[in-house]
T-cell receptor, first 112, second 113 residues
Framework: SQQGEEDPQALSIQEGENATMNCSYK?????LQWYRQNSGRGLVHLIL?????REKHSGRLRVTLDTSKKSSSLLITASRAADTASYFC????????????FGQGTRLTINP | DTAVSQTPKYLVTQMGNDKSIKCEQN?????MYWYKQDSKKFLKIMFS???????INETVPNRFSPKSPDKAHLNLHINSLELGDSAVYFC????????????FGSGTQLSVL
């Protein structure tokens, strides 16, 4: 079944550095979404990028989408300790499955 | 006000028991979901309801029975709990479908002993 896979599974960087996480998926999509999950909390939506878009920004977040490679990346610039969380990509399917499929996430740790 | 609220936050119970998790959203959304997150953080959809009607039932054992009394509520009842049911269960909602962002509850940590 279609599934986003995040890479790397875990990432540890120093505060102030940029963090890049990648997501690959298997079939064509209508849109791809990124979510953040803090420890012990629910997922929070970050950005939705549609299949006809190549790049989107929101504050310190930058998302790119390459449909030819079936991949997306999430860049967090000037990271802060509060960015420590798990980040998930989620993809839909235009074939009508009507479900959002999540990857296993990237665990990001920002060291002060 | 919490947009998507689910109760209880923690549920510890014995194998074989029956338990329920409640979910309510005050966003006026038409679609609600139940997701299960396992110990490896893998998040998998279980059910999806649109305006009280079931639209996705994702190969979940029929010990799990969702109930949507109105479009603002989607409860999950689990019969004959098994050890493998231990996980975090998340309720979520969206305005009208999966092409929009999902709003998640804070999760229910279910531990079956």
């Amino acid at each position: 079944s279609q599934q986003g896979e995040e890479d790397p599974q875990a990432l540890s960087i120093q505060e102030g550095e940029n963090a890049t996480m990648n997501c690959s998926y298997k079939t064509s999509i209508n849109n791809l979404q990124w979510y953040r999950q803090n420890s012990g909390r629910g997922l929070v939506h970050l950005i939705l990028i549609r299949s006809n878009e190549r790049e989107k920004h929101s504050g310190r977040l930058r998302v790119t989408l390459d449909t030819s490679k079936k991949s997306s990346s999430l860049l967090i610039t000037a990271s802060r300790a509060a960015d420590t969380a798990s980040y998930f990509c989620a993809t839909d399917s235009p074939e009508g499955a009507q479900k959002l499929v999540f990857g296993q996430g990237t665990r990001l740790t920002i060291n002060p | 006000d919490t947009a998507v609220s689910q109760t209880p936050k923690y549920l510890v119970t014995q194998m074989g028991n029956d338990k329920s998790i409640k979910c309510e959203q005050n966003l006026g959304h038409d679609t609600m979901y139940w997701y299960k997150q396992d110990s490896k953080k893998f998040l998998k959809i279980m059910f999806s309801y649109n305006n009280k009607e079931l639209i996705i039932n994702e190969t979940v054992p029929n010990r799990f029975s969702p109930k949507s009394p109105d479009k603002a509520h989607l409860n999950l009842h689990i019969n004959s709990l098994e050890l493998g049911d231990s996980a975090v269960y998340f309720c979520a909602s969206s305005h009208s479908g999966i092409n929009e962002k999902l709003f998640f509850g804070s999760g229910t940590q279910l531990s079956v002993l």
